[in-house]
């Protein structure tokens, strides 16, 4: 029930992020579902087994969500990137040490196609850093 729900919500707040209605009170909603994740996860490491099943079940209801939420930030003009990035940056760091595979990718790709773009790019499209932007057909 919790996963039907959590997909539900997921999808509502996907066309919503997507349209650009209602852009504060889904950042909102956006940070709240993934810090919430984020802490889910990072508890499930210090607690007992029993507390552990319920934080796996969470954690399992809240995927659908995150991932969405993923999608829609990868989607994002350059400029609305630019807007949410003060918030999103710690969000991500975060997300990069998650155990589901499908949100470490996403957020893989949502550093490699969003964050490239904050970066300044030497004449050989590389950063400062030495990571490369993004092939345009990626």
């Not at 909603?29 to 029993?50: F, G, N, P, T, W």
């Not at 969500?65 to 990868?74: D, E, M, P, S, T």
Request: with cysteine; proline share 4%.
């Amino acid at each position: 029930e919790a996963k039907a729900e959590a997909k539900a919500e997921a999808k509502v707040v996907h066309q919503v992020w997507m349209n650009g209605i209602a852009e504060p009170r889904l950042e909102s909603v956006c940070k709240l579902v993934m810090k919430r994740y984020i802490a889910a996860e990072q508890d499930i490491e210090r607690v007992d087994s029993h507390e552990s099943d319920f934080l796996d079940e969470e954690i399992e209801a809240l995927v659908p969500v995150v991932i969405l939420a993923l999608q829609g930030v990868r989607t994002l003009s350059e400029a609305q990137f630019r807007q949410h990035a003060s918030w999103l940056y710690n969000l991500l760091c975060n997300l990069v040490k998650c155990r589901d595979p499908r949100v470490r990718g996403l957020v893989s790709d949502v550093m490699r196609r969003q964050l490239v773009a904050l970066l300044p790019l030497d004449a050989g499209g590389a950063t400062a850093a030495g990571a490369e932007a993004p092939a345009a057909d990626e």
